[in-house]
DNA sequence: CCGGGAAATGTTATCGGTTTCACAGCGAGT
DNA sequence: ACTCGCTGTGAAACCGATAACATTTCCCGG
């Protein structure tokens, strides 16, 4: 390994001071052009940039924002972090990611890290919620003492912070409503883990519309779940096996299109047709919704906007005082084939 | 925002010099235990922790490793991300993630940002290979100076760097033996793009197999497609309906579960049904392919250890002199629906 | 030929740590 | 009483940049 040129070396072998080479990097137009060749020069064969720890030292900050989240295998974690990459780097900023994991908690040691890191800015996606309420609010408060922080959260969650709140009430509503044009009178919902305040609130707001429209809201077309395929398939199987086939839903709304996928793979092992017996909306609108089979309509949150929209605010409110505000994205429904809506199908 | 505290606030507080201070933290066990309570008590009541940048300036490293790859909403990619990250994390590094979008190609920029940070390693993924053969090794060789450099890479590419290598040769292999197995004689090839050289080294690899067990390779049943699924759907359209319906192949190999998926819609709305009438293969195993419809058989080549070797060889490099050496995890098949293993099934 | 002001460049403190080396204090051995 | 060696601590240099301030150089008008 080779030591780096510094900026000492080039000022010397150029013969002029650290600061003169300082002024060339940075184009201060009053070096004389002769100098400037002269430094350049020096710079050039050596390749020299200046080392981004000791700028970072001196400047107080790091030109870095950091992105907090579950896992980024997931398809709406990395849409998010990709859009925060690319809005990030528009702004000559770069993002280094932290994954949670499952247990979704924010934890000290990565609050004390984002601190020592001196990161010019955090956002915070997913169900952090699921931290105790007071250990969330401390963290919060103890980093936007250093930093402006962001939340991509539900809309009431009313945090000290720059909050883009995922539009919830049109995630729950807008299925519900496009089931309902198609004829859908017993609509189920498969949640993810109720423990999760994310997945609650969605369970809740399901529950809110279904009354809104005179629907039943039968408890047996709740079932609790996870996030992934495997939970869609056994929720499947849960609810419909504890059901006479006469009270059998007729459209089943997922939590994801995780979930979805999976209870579609349920569906068919059981022998029933899609969309015919069975509706299925799911959410988040990824990208091979398009290539289930029947073609999955799913709700779209539009996280790569929420987050370009987070890092644009947190660029922002690293040079203005503290903001805090809120500001929502709305959901829409991408209508495809699995609620029959292509047939203009109506169920009994 | 608040100014952070640092070591000389904790310092004068406690009413030693810097240099003890540096001692607690570090543990150093020559501070007499009645120095270290008085300063740790200090340090807790600050909730002091040095700073990264400071660090980073006098230890001349970042303690941070780079990876650098297309596209992260990839899952491939992420699967390798997330993959070095836990690694990386388990000794106490960090990784910084690189974009290079579609173009692939790895750039001067990068390269210069990557010594800028003085990063501690950088591992390469995905076909940076388009990159011109000169400049890549002019590029890897300028940074082999810096840092350890690894790369996941074909197996014959022999860069002087860790080679992690993806064994395309059983990629080509072990579908074509597979569906040979099942009794197909007529099989065909939707790679990714031509100009690639992952991809044309695929379908190289791919017509050797053919030739091997003396089945025919119709240029014909060669197509030239992308990556996405779109693709996929396009190839095979391309394909087939240049073709009389007796000369049809039996069975597809994909360049990629992406392209698989878009074949398989495509199929289908042709009225084939899979895998009576068509056999699939796809490439990558990602998490959806239990879920598709037929469940899709696919070759694993195990992204995730690929990911880990590499980052633990980076880090090995880091302490010893520098290591140029290769190895390969080999693929794995994982065999489902979409060929029809599970049907004893045997084609024309 | 000189003074003044602008232009060009240099000096130096600073950012927040780590580390080397020097040194004070103290008990033990002779 | 004196030296030796050990323990605990501090002073100061250094990592690589930046920026405020100081100084030199240069050119021009008087």
Not at 65 to 83: M, Q
Not at 88 to 110: D, H, K, W, Y
Not at 253 to 264: E, M, P, Q, R, S
Not at 311 to 332: D, I, K, N, P
Request: glycine share 6%.
């Amino acid at each position: 390994m080779v030591r780096k040129a510094t900026i000492y070396d080039i000022a010397r072998e150029a013969g002029v001071s650290t600061a003169t080479v300082t002024r060339v990097v940075r184009q201060d137009p009053k070096v004389k052009e002769e100098t400037r060749r002269r430094v350049q020069q020096v710079i050039d064969a050596h390749a020299y940039t200046p080392s981004v720890s000791a700028q970072n030292l001196e400047a107080g900050r790091s030109r870095a924002l950091a992105v907090v989240l579950p896992v980024i295998s997931n398809t709406y974690f990395n849409r998010i972090f990709d859009a925060a990459y690319w809005e990030a780097e528009r702004n000559g900023c770069s993002v280094r990611l932290f994954q949670t994991r499952e247990n979704q908690a924010i934890s000290p040691e990565i609050v004390s890290e984002l601190i020592r890191c001196r990161m010019d800015g955090v956002l915070f996606a997913g169900s952090i919620w699921s931290t105790d309420r007071d250990d969330l609010n401390t963290a919060l408060d103890k980093l936007g003492k250093y930093m402006p922080v962001a939340t991509i959260c539900p809309p009431d969650v009313a945090l000290d912070c720059i909050c883009i709140q995922s539009d919830l009430v049109n995630c729950s509503r807008l299925p519900v409503r496009h089931l309902h044009t198609l004829g859908h009178r017993r609509i189920a919902f498969i949640g993810g883990s109720m423990h999760s305040k994310d997945a609650s609130r969605r369970g809740a707001g399901f529950l809110e519309q279904l009354r809104q429209m005179d629907l039943p809201d039968d408890p047996a077309y709740h079932v609790d779940a996870g996030y992934d395929m495997e939970s869609g398939e056994r929720a499947v199987l849960r609810m419909l096996s504890g059901l006479e086939k006469s009270r059998w839903p007729s459209a089943i709304v997922t939590f994801n299109d995780l979930v979805a996928l999976g209870a579609i793979k349920q569906l068919k092992k059981m022998g029933l047709s899609l969309p015919q017996d069975m509706a299925i909306v799911g959410c988040d609108n990824q990208f091979f919704c398009a290539y289930t089979d029947p073609p999955l309509t799913s709700v779209d949150l539009h996280p790569e906007e929420m987050a370009q929209s987070a890092v644009r605010e947190l660029l922002l409110a690293r040079e203005s005082a503290s903001r805090s505000f809120a500001m929502v994205r709305e959901a829409t429904l991408v209508i495809r084939e699995s609620c029959g809506a292509h047939l203009g199908y109506r169920p009994l």
